[in-house]
C-alpha cells in the first residue's frame, strides 16, 4: 500500500517523509543541487550550522521560489543548533543568523544536533565552528538549551523543534520537563544499526523519526574509518541484491523503503542528479513482510556517526 508523502507531527504540522540531506554538500554546488532537487519534487532540505552551506542552500530555493517553481510554504526546511550555541543567550541568535543565511523567517523544524555542550564560539571567529581541535565542553544543560529551544518556536522561529543523536535515556528525561515535545528524533539507522528499542520508544511518544545515513558505511568511507572500511557495503550483501531484483529496484530504494515502511522519514544525499528521482520513489511501493524481516536482520549495531569514530573523546553513544 502507498504510505502518504507527509507524515504528521505532534507540532501540527505534515513533514515529507522523502527528503534530502545536505551534509557533504558543496558549497560550489549546492545552490544547484538545492534547486534541481526541488525541480526534482523534493520539498524537504535538511541542513545544519555544522555543513556550512546553508547560505548556498538558500540560494538554491531562493532561486527555486523566484521561478514560481514552489512557494516558502511547500517547502520543509530544516537546521540544527551545533554544539557550541547550547548556552540559554545563544540559541537564539544563532538561529537567527542561520534563518539570515538561509533567507527564510521560520525553519519547519530546528534540531538540537547532538547532546553535546561544547564550549561557545564567536560565529566571527569561527563558521561553522565544528566539534574544534580540542574538546572544550560547556556547562549548560539539555533543560537549559531545551527552553531556549521552545522559545523559538514561542517567537515562531520555528515550527517545530527536535532532538538528534539523543538515546531513549536522555529523551526519557527531556520528556519529563519538556513544555513543548520534540516533534521529530533523527538518528543514525540502517540495516546495520537497526536500534528497535529507541525507535520504538520515540514512535510510542508520538516523537516521528527521521533516518540519517540510511545506506550505511557508504557516506564514511572517505573518512577510513575502520568499522566502515571493514564490513561490506549494504549495496553489496546478497539480501539487499536480492531483493532490489526481486521488485525490479536499486538497492538504495530498497534501503530507503525499509525504513519509510516502518514509518521513518529518510533524507539521502546524493550530489547526481540521476539519483534525484530514484531516491524519492521509495513509498509507492512495497517491501513484503518477509523482506522487511530478512532486511532488519542485517543488524550488527554498528555505528559510524559517532563522535570517536573521528578521533574525539566524546562517548555520547555508551
Ligand atoms: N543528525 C546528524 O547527526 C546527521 C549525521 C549524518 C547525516 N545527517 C543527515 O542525513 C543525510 C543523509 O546521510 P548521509 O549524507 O550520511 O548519507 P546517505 O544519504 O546515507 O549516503 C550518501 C552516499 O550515498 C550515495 N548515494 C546516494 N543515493 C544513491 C543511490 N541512489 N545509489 C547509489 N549511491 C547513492 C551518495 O553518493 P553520491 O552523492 O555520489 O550520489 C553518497 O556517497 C545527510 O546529508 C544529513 O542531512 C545527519
Not at 519529563?176 to 543514525?188: K, S
Not at 545515513?213 to 571493514?230: H, Q, R, Y
Request: negative net charge.
Amino acid at each position: 500500500m502507498p504510505t502518504p508523502a507527509t507524515i504528521k507531527l505532534n507540532s501540527g504540522y505534515e513533514m515529507p517523509r522523502v527528503g534530502f540531506g545536505l551534509w557533504k554538500v558543496g558549497n560550489d554546488t549546492c545552490a544547484d543541487q538545492v534547486y534541481n532537487a526541488i525541480k526534482a519534487g523534493y520539498r524537504l532540505f535538511d541542513g545544519a550550522c555544522d555543513y556550512g552551506n546553508e547560505v548556498e542552500a538558500g540560494q538554491g530555493v531562493a532561486r527555486a521560489i523566484k521561478e514560481g517553481i514552489v512557494k516558502r510554504e511547500e517547502l520543509f526546511i530544516v537546521s540544527k543548533l551545533w554544539n557550541t550555541f547550547h548556552e540559554a543567550d545563544k540559541v537564539e541568535p544563532i538561529a537567527r543568523k542561520q534563518l539570515a543565511d538561509w533567507g527564510v523567517d521560520y525553519f519547519d523544524i530546528y534540531y538540537i544536533h547532538f547532546p553535546v555542550a561544547l564550549k561557545y564560539v564567536d560565529p566571527a571567529i569561527r563558521y561553522p565552528p565544528g566539534w574544534g581541535s580540542k574538546i572544550e565542553f560547556s556547562n549548560a544543560t539539555i533543560q537549559e538549551t531545551w527552553k531556549a529551544m521552545e522559545s523559538l518556536v514561542d517567537k515562531k522561529l520555528a515550527h517545530s523543534i527536535g532532538i538528534s543523536n539523543f538515546s531513549s535515556q536522555s529523551i526519557m528525561d527531556l520528556l519529563r520537563y519538556a513544555r513543548i515535545r520534540p516533534a521529530v528524533l533523527q538518528i543514525e539507522h540502517h540495516p546495520y544499526l537497526v536500534q528497535p528499542r529507541l525507535v520504538e520508544y520515540a514512535q510510542k511518544e508520538g516523537i516521528r523519526v527521521t533516518a540519517y545515513s540510511s545506506f550505511g558505511p557508504l557516506s564514511f568511507a572517505e573518512f577510513n574509518m575502520e568499522n566502515a572500511d571493514n564490513c561490506p557495503r549494504l549495496f553489496d550483501t546478497p539480501t539487499v541484491q536480492q531483493i532490489a531484483a526481486k521488485h525490479g529496484k536499486s538497492a538504495a530504494q530498497v534501503l530507503l523503503r525499509w525504513s519509510t515502511q516502518q514509518d521513518i522519514a529518510v533524507i539521502p544525499k546524493s550530489d547526481k542528479a540521476h539519483r534525484l528521482a530514484e531516491n524519492l520513489d521509495v513509498l509507492s511501493w512495497d517491501l513484503e513482510e518477509a523482506d522487511l524481516k530478512a532486511i532488519t536482520a542485517l543488524d550488527r549495531n554498528l555505528r559510524f556517526n559517532d563522535p570517536l569514530n573521528y578521533g574525539m573523546y566524546v562517548p555520547i553513544f555508551y
